[in-house]
């Protein structure tokens, strides 16, 4: 997630004229409820591990509600828990119906006593008539209806500008960091990773996205107002929090090399064409610099009209607010450094948040802390004369020395983050330029090529996986042997 603009603000000032109006963020919260952050009253109790959601989504921007229905394949663990109960999230919607059926058993369905929302802790509480049994494998199909959000979950917004206007319209979901649980009822914690299928249902003259490639579209449903479904195909596992769709009348630009699309409202794809030539070469460096492969096969981004971040990272999907992604003057490089940071800076959590991501939000920092040095550091192999790794000091590092002066500044890792409210106050400048100097320490006292040794053996041992700092710390002490002898030489 690309949230405040000191980045932009700060090299403007060095390279280029201030224009105050585009570092002017936004940062508009949606209401939340208040929580007792002492306790871990949120946390999720353990029942069923979800491993595959099929998500079945009807959006409706005229009368801004959706409904849907989900299955989550699921398996209980060895330790034999006795709990007659599946605690899951679910947030402002309306549940139609419930229905669990333990599958080890040859398809048994199992009796439901009654199923309950609660909004604090945002949970949906189903009571079986009988306990879980351990090791076994469950199907747990839920219907509900939402409506959209102000800003997050599901959403809408309009083009308004003084193009063709086609684009009109546009349904999009963004759910970080919690509000995946306002559109279907999930395991929205980001260590409960599991594959999705995707399944979205539009208008003809509409096109729908999601985080994995096409797989087939319907013919007309007629139970839904004859819109058609488009199904994705099945996605690695991922976090909840990544999941996304966008249902508008787009048209893209596509580099077939890259399998790179990028999605505008009709009339600006020429815009568009400086973020694909972006993109691909900065997909080839992270490959080589990584030595893990882009892993989708993939990657759309859309520029949208507004988002509640500046940009957000989903996996396979990344969004834009338009003026981010989509330069119409080649000659202002205002302009296209804007829009270089933050691809560079989405392009950069493909591999640092999605592939590998921080198993609670306390580690958030190492989602954004590397997104926010890679952002320089990956640019300035294509843009040297930028010199960015000399910007980096002077927007990263004094914006972390004078947050860092406060009384409310806390450590890169905090130990109390419970609630939505202590999930939001952790996307602060501590998590991104606190986290990206930290990164940049160890780049410069480990040696450029030991610490590309340890990240690549981070991000390999780590794939698909969710982790804390240990794994970090693991990964760059393999190379200790080799850095205590370099530190003797010198
Ligand atoms: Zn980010």
């Not at 605690?87 to 402002?92: E, G, T």
């Not at 900065?282 to 500046?310: C, E, F, N, S, W």
Request: proline share 4%; hydrophobic share 40%.
């Amino acid at each position: 997630m690309y949230l405040l603009s000191w980045t932009l603000a700060a090299l403007l000032v060095v390279l280029s004229s201030v224009d105050t109006t585009v570092s002017a963020v936004p940062l508009t919260w949606p209401t939340l409820p208040i929580f007792d952050a002492d306790n871990d009253a949120f946390v999720l109790p353990e029942s069923i591990n979800p491993t595959q959601y099929i998500v079945n989504l009807v959006p409706d921007i005229k009368s801004k509600k959706f409904h849907g229905e989900v299955n989550i394949l699921g398996q209980t663990d060895d330790t034999g828990f006795e709990v007659n109960r599946i605690v899951l999230n679910a947030d402002d919607l309306k549940v139609k119906s419930v229905q669990l059926v333990d599958l080890t058993e040859g398809a048994r369905e199992v009796q439901i006593k009654n199923f309950v929302l609660k909004r604090i802790p945002q949970w949906l509480v189903v009571t079986l008539a009988s306990n879980l049994s351990a090791n076994s494998d469950y199907q747990l199909r839920i219907k509900f209806e939402g409506n959209f959000g102000v800003e997050a979950g599901m959403y809408h917004a309009s083009y308004d500008d003084d193009y063709t206007k086609i684009g009109g319209d546009v349904a999009f979901t963004e759910f970080q960091t919690t509000y995946a649980r306002k559109v279907f009822p999930c395991w929205d914690e980001p260590k409960y990773k599991a594959s999705f299928i995707m399944r979205v249902a539009r208008y003809p003259q509409q096109i729908s996205l999601s985080n994995m490639p096409l797989k087939s579209t319907s013919v007309p449903d007629p139970h839904e107002d004859n819109r058609v479904w488009d199904t994705f195909e099945e996605s690695p596992d991922m976090s909840t929090y990544l999941v996304a769709m966008v249902v508008a009348q787009l048209v893209s630009v596509h580099d077939p090399v890259h399998n790179l699309s990028i999605w505008t409202q009709p009339g600006r794809q020429e815009g568009a064409q400086y973020a694909l030539n972006l993109t691909g070469q900065l997909m080839d460096r992270m490959d080589q610099y990584t030595g893990i492969p882009y892993t989708l096969p993939k990657l759309d981004q859309v520029a949208l009209p507004k988002l509640r971040h500046q940009a957000m990272e989903h996996w396979g999907v990344i969004a834009f607010s338009e003026r981010f992604l989509v330069v119409d003057d080649l000659n202002s490089l205002k302009q296209k450094q804007q829009v270089a940071f933050h691809i560079s800076h989405e392009l950069s959590h493909q591999w640092f948040g999605n592939l590998v991501t921080m198993e609670w939000w306390n580690y958030v920092w190492l989602n954004e802390g590397f997104a926010e040095f890679f952002q320089y550091f990956l640019l300035d192999m294509l843009e040297p004369t930028w010199r960015l790794m000399e910007i980096f000091v002077v927007n990263e590092m004094q914006s972390m020395l004078t947050h860092d002066s406060f009384l409310f500044t806390h450590p890169v890792t905090m130990s109390k983050v419970r609630s939505v409210v202590d999930i939001e106050k952790v996307f602060d400048s501590v998590s991104y330029c606190k986290g990206g100097a930290l990164v940049r320490m160890l780049y410069h006292i480990m040696t450029p090529d030991l610490f590309q040794k340890a990240i690549r053996d981070y991000l390999q041992q780590n794939s698909l996986k969710s982790v804390t700092e240990d794994e970090l710390w693991d990964s760059l002490s393999s190379v200790q042997t080799e850095l205590n002898w370099i530190c003797r030489l010198t």
